[in-house]
């Protein structure tokens, strides 16, 4: 069965620190990989998105994800974190039929 | 275009009561789907629609009903309401299949409490 692991429940940085959140998936086939940001209160939205082709993928907010099929990951990356980056953020893999979501990673910012 | 609209935003029932989770989109997408968010366990899809009159079950099904008659609405129905259906109710839609280049747009939710 697809399944995708965040191993960091919770990551503080400092603001203008880098990030970098992880994420590795389970499926057998081609993935195609998301990564989606949830404020409280709010739904989600999409950052980026991997089908194919680079494996370096640009995002909005200037977020980028890389993906290595190798390790079977696709971590999410930020040269320079801003306070409003402080969210909860979801890996996903759409798997044929479903679509898995991961169990989130909570980013806080310190100033 | 609002997006992906939903109602109620925050509800309370008491166990055994049934009630209707509305959810609507006005991007004609084909696709629409609902999930539930449970601390640390992230969101999974309990029911899908691949189009008008086409509904089929996701991960977590049991105790809910969908139906979709028309291209924008798909409401999702709790017949008879547990305490373990207390969560946070998402509705998305998407032109497309989601693993194709099309991408989710998910509604603000609906915060569900069931005592």
């Known amino acids: 069965a697809q399944s995708v692991t965040q191993p960091d429940i919770h990551i503080t940085v400092s603001e203008g620190a880098s990030l970098e959140l992880r994420c590795n998936y389970s499926?057998?086939?081609?993935?195609?990989l998301f990564w989606y940001v949830q404020s409280p209160g709010q739904g989600l939205q999409l950052l980026l998105k991997?089908?194919?082709?680079?494996?370096l993928v640009q995002g909005i907010k200037g977020f980028e994800a890389e993906f290595k099929r190798s390790q079977s990951s696709f971590n999410l990356r930020k040269p320079s974190v801003h306070w409003s980056d402080a969210a909860e953020y979801f890996c996903?893999?759409?798997?044929?039929?479903?679509?898995?979501f991961g169990p989130g990673t909570r980013l806080s910012v310190l100033p | 275009n609002a997006g992906v609209t939903q109602t109620p935003k925050f509800q309370v029932l008491k166990t055994g009561q049934s009630m209707t989770l509305q959810c609507a989109q006005d991007?004609?997408?084909?696709?629409m789907s609902w999930y539930r968010q449970d601390p640390g366990m992230g969101l999974r899809l309990i029911h899908y629609?691949?189009?008008?009159?086409?509904?089929d079950q996701g991960e977590v099904p049991n105790g809910y009903n969908v139906s979709r008659s028309t291209t924008e609405d798909f409401p999702l129905r709790l017949l008879s309401a547990a305490p373990s259906q207390t969560s946070v109710y998402f509705c998305?839609?998407?032109?497309?299949?989601?693993?194709?280049?099309?991408?989710?747009?998910f509604g603000p939710g609906t915060r569900l409490t069931v005592l």
């Open positions: 499926y057998g086939a081609t993935p195609y």
């Open positions: 991997y089908f194919s082709g680079d494996t």
């Open positions: 991007m004609n997408h084909e696709y």
């Open positions: 629609s691949v189009g008008a009159g086409i509904t």
């Open positions: 996903a893999v759409a798997a044929g039929q479903n679509f898995v």
């Open positions: 998305a839609s998407s032109y497309s299949r989601w693993g194709n280049t099309d991408t989710q747009y």
